[in-house]
């Protein structure tokens, strides 16, 4: 139904996805940069904090950066994809402002934006950016 409605403009779904995933985690990332959280990290119990914290902020702005071009969408998913599976398994499942603690709905408030990043860089995982990516325009082939 939703094919109908939209015609052959579906091509414009993981555009949007790749779009919304990749400002968010662009603006993170540059964030992570100038003040990497590398006391939350220590905190979290995340071994190397200092190391780790520096290379998630890497990871995300340039992840982000990828998803936005379409180029190596689904690599950089897939990395995306490990950065929010331990984002919510080590700071939003359990802890005073964890899942766990806070039950539904607050707890789904607390790692809303996680799980919806999750679920968009599955999604791009799965389906690639489509049409309008650099890999199908400039490359004529996708990297992974």
Not at 22 to 38: D, W, Y
Not at 67 to 93: E, N, P, V, W, Y
Not at 112 to 134: H, Q
């Amino acid at each position: 139904m939703l094919a109908k409605t939209l015609g052959n403009k579906t091509s414009l779904i993981p555009l949007l996805l790749g779009i919304g995933a990749g400002l968010t985690f662009l603006f993170t990332g540059i964030a992570k940069l100038g003040t990497p959280p590398v006391a939350f990290f220590t905190q979290l119990g995340i071994p190397a904090p200092e190391i780790m914290a520096s290379f998630i902020a890497i990871l995300e702005t340039v992840g982000g950066l990828m998803l936005l071009l379409g180029f190596g969408t689904r690599l950089a998913a897939a990395l995306l994809i490990c950065d929010m599976l331990i984002a919510i398994f080590a700071s939003k499942m359990s802890g005073p402002q964890g899942f766990l603690t806070l039950g539904l709905p607050n707890g789904w408030n607390a790692s809303r934006l996680e799980l919806m990043l999750l679920l968009a860089c599955l999604s791009l995982l799965f389906s690639g950016l489509g049409s309008p990516s650099i890999e199908r325009n400039v490359m004529k082939r996708e990297l992974l």
